[in-house]
């Protein structure tokens, strides 16, 4: 973090200083884990299920954190005292980001893909300046600030992605990093539960199109209506990605290989070159396309975005991770997250694997949650299309989850072709002693289902 006095953090986030000497700096990580607490850090004490950070103060004081945000003094402790630890560290974060006017914010959102895009993003972007971007999906009202801290004087990019489960969401994370270029991927059915509707979810993803500062530029999907529409609610300069025609950067003679990795013609104005992806699914097009425009708007040229495009790799884990048993076995494992949209395309990319290598294909599928109303029909259809792509064997894990082998069992599925168990151990029994040399398995469920663990065991064994 840059070098910040104690007194204006006070000011900034709305405390009291207690204990500590007015003058002292902030200019080490700001952390919300006492364990990696250091010299010269700030420690966040944020109530937890489990812990409560204010136990944890002393620790983070004895490591040599200059200050703590607390919402109540510690005795023999350095602290700013607050009304909300939560929201004191997004006012500081608000603060740092308005003192580095050298910094490009690149804010993206949507339904399905943002992790994905953001690593891509960041592998773009990161030879032509320095770039901070968060691991994982550390995209909350605590992760989002905590990756801003990240950034000093030298950082020329942040990458900042941003997820919403209410209205407002947006509007709030943009104001702590507000975006010079602000990217809209898709508006899907995640979180319909919370926000009732696709239009619902569409208002809430296009706040971070109104929150893009004067001057700045809003990348949308064209081929999603949703999100070409939110063109009308921004004043920011619009570029568009996609397959249709009228995108200003687009993928023409899209096709997978016989590992699912897709590749197309990058189309960018004169410029096209076939481009080659490193990621497992048709999905992923998108995805590139997005971060393409992303890092046009940025100012790399297209021989740039389209070399970067060919280097990237995947980074973040349990998104269509190819692991090869010793035993010939093929796990992929994107259970990291699920709605339909994913889901459906893990299935292309597993009947594309499974055909190039003639080999057997197993979807091992858990629930896909936070669907409200919809979930029923949208597990069914799930159900419905492996049978219709001829996936060879259904595994279907967890209750939440069973609509996919009704669905799959009304489609025409017969025999043992699909199967349902209520838990993860029995899942693992199946596989175990079903499972035969050359075979192909998708794992994929929502987080929160756990079949993350069902992958990484499958993974580090053989065949029973």
Same mark, same amino acid.
């Given at each position: 973090?840059?070098?910040?006095?104690?007194?204006?953090?006070?000011?900034?986030?709305?405390?009291?200083?207690?204990?500590?000497?007015?003058?002292?700096? /902030?200019?080490?990580?700001? /952390?919300?884990?006492?364990?990696?607490?250091?010299?010269?850090?700030?420690?966040?004490?944020?109530?937890?299920?489990?812990?409560?950070?204010?136990?944890?103060?002393?620790?983070?004081?004895?490591?040599?954190?200059?200050?703590?945000?607390?919402?109540?003094?510690?005795?023999?402790?350095?602290?700013?005292?607050?009304?909300?630890?939560?929201?004191?560290?997004?006012?500081? #974060?608000?603060?740092?980001?308005?003192?580095?006017?050298?910094?490009?914010?690149?804010?993206?959102?949507?339904?399905?893909?943002?992790?994905?895009?953001?690593?891509?993003?960041?592998?773009?972007?990161?030879?032509?300046?320095?770039?901070?971007?968060?691991?994982?999906?550390?995209?909350?009202?605590?992760?989002?600030?905590?990756?801003?801290?990240?950034?000093?004087?030298?950082?020329?990019?942040?990458?900042?992605?941003?997820?919403?489960?209410?209205?407002? $969401?947006?509007?709030?994370?943009?104001?702590?990093?507000?975006?010079?270029?602000?990217?809209?991927?898709?508006?899907?059915?995640?979180?319909?539960?919370?926000?009732?509707?696709?239009?619902?979810?569409?208002?809430?993803?296009?706040?971070?199109?109104?929150?893009?500062?004067?001057?700045?530029?809003?990348?949308?999907?064209?081929?999603?209506?949703?999100?070409?529409?939110?063109?009308?609610?921004?004043?920011?300069?619009?570029?568009?990605?996609?397959? #249709?025609?009228?995108?200003?950067?687009?993928?023409?003679?899209?096709?997978?290989?016989?590992?699912?990795?897709?590749?197309?013609?990058?189309?960018?104005? $004169?410029?096209?070159?076939?481009?080659?992806?490193?990621?497992?699914?048709?999905?992923?097009?998108?995805?590139?396309?997005?971060?393409?425009?992303?890092?046009?708007?940025?100012?790399?040229?297209?021989?740039?975005?389209?070399?970067?495009?060919?280097?990237?790799?995947?980074? *973040?884990?349990?998104?269509?991770?190819?692991?090869?048993?010793?035993?010939?076995?093929?796990?992929?494992?994107? #259970?990291?997250?699920?709605?339909? $949209?994913?889901?459906?395309?893990?299935?292309?990319?597993?009947?594309?694997?499974?055909?190039?290598?003639?080999?057997?294909?197993?979807?091992?599928?858990?629930?896909?949650?936070?669907?409200?109303?919809?979930?029923?029909?949208?597990?069914?259809?799930?159900?419905?299309?492996?049978?219709?792509?001829?996936?060879?064997?259904?595994?279907?894990?967890?209750?939440?989850?069973?609509?996919?082998?009704?669905?799959?069992?009304?489609?025409?599925?017969?025999?043992?072709?699909?199967?349902?168990?209520?838990?993860?151990?029995?899942?693992?029994?199946?596989?175990?002693?079903?499972?035969?040399?050359?075979?192909?398995?998708?794992?994929?469920?929502?987080?929160? *289902?756990?079949?993350?663990?069902?992958?990484?065991?499958?993974?580090?064994?053989?065949?029973?």
């Amino acid at each position: 973090m840059i070098s910040v006095r104690c007194e204006e953090i006070a000011a900034a986030v709305h405390g009291e200083l207690a204990g500590v000497d007015p003058t002292a700096v /902030v200019d080490g990580a700001v /952390v919300i884990d006492s364990r990696t607490a250091g010299p010269g850090g700030l420690f966040v004490a944020l109530p937890g299920e489990r812990v409560d950070g204010h136990d944890y103060v002393g620790t983070a004081t004895e490591a040599g954190v200059t200050v703590s945000l607390t919402t109540r003094p510690i005795d023999g402790c350095p602290c700013i005292v607050v009304g909300d630890a939560q929201k004191a560290l997004g006012d500081l #974060a608000r603060l740092v980001i308005s003192r580095l006017p050298g910094l490009t914010v690149i804010g993206l959102t949507g339904s399905s893909g943002k992790t994905s895009t953001k690593d891509l993003i960041a592998q773009l972007i990161r030879p032509y300046g320095e770039t901070v971007s968060p691991e994982g999906s550390f995209n909350n009202e605590i992760g989002h600030p905590l990756t801003a801290l990240q950034c000093t004087e030298s950082t020329r990019f942040l990458v900042a992605e941003m997820g919403a489960r209410h209205a407002g $969401d947006l509007f709030y994370l943009s104001g702590i990093t507000p975006p010079k270029v602000g990217l809209v991927l898709n508006v899907g059915t995640s979180h319909i539960g919370e926000f009732g509707s696709q239009d619902n979810i569409a208002q809430a993803k296009g706040e971070l199109i109104e929150s893009v500062v004067p001057g700045g530029t809003a990348v949308l999907n064209a081929d999603d209506p949703r999100v070409a529409a939110m063109a009308s609610r921004t004043s920011a300069k619009v570029l568009t990605f996609g397959e #249709a025609g009228s995108a200003d950067v687009r993928a023409t003679d899209l096709k997978l290989d016989g590992e699912g990795r897709p590749s197309f013609t990058l189309r960018i104005g $004169d410029f096209s070159r076939e481009v080659q992806l490193k990621f497992i699914g048709e999905h992923y097009v998108s995805n590139a396309l997005g971060a393409a425009t992303v890092a046009h708007a940025v100012g790399l040229t297209p021989e740039q975005i389209a070399d970067g495009l060919v280097a990237a790799a995947p980074v *973040s884990a349990a998104r269509m991770e190819i692991f090869e048993r010793a035993d010939g076995v093929t796990i992929i494992n994107d #259970a990291f997250n699920a709605n339909p $949209d994913s889901t459906r395309a893990a299935l292309k990319a597993l009947v594309a694997i499974g055909r190039s290598r003639g080999a057997r294909t197993w979807a091992v599928l858990g629930e896909m949650l936070e669907l409200g109303d919809t979930s029923t029909e949208e597990h069914d259809s799930i159900g419905r299309l492996v049978v219709r792509l001829d996936v060879n064997r259904l595994l279907v894990v967890g209750e939440g989850a069973k609509p996919i082998h009704l669905g799959a069992s009304l489609e025409g599925s017969w025999g043992n072709e699909s199967a349902y168990v209520p838990t993860i151990p029995e899942a693992l029994d199946v596989l175990r002693s079903e499972l035969r040399k050359g075979d192909v398995v998708l794992v994929k469920s929502s987080k929160a *289902s756990k079949l993350r663990s069902l992958a990484e065991a499958l993974i580090g064994e053989g065949v029973q």
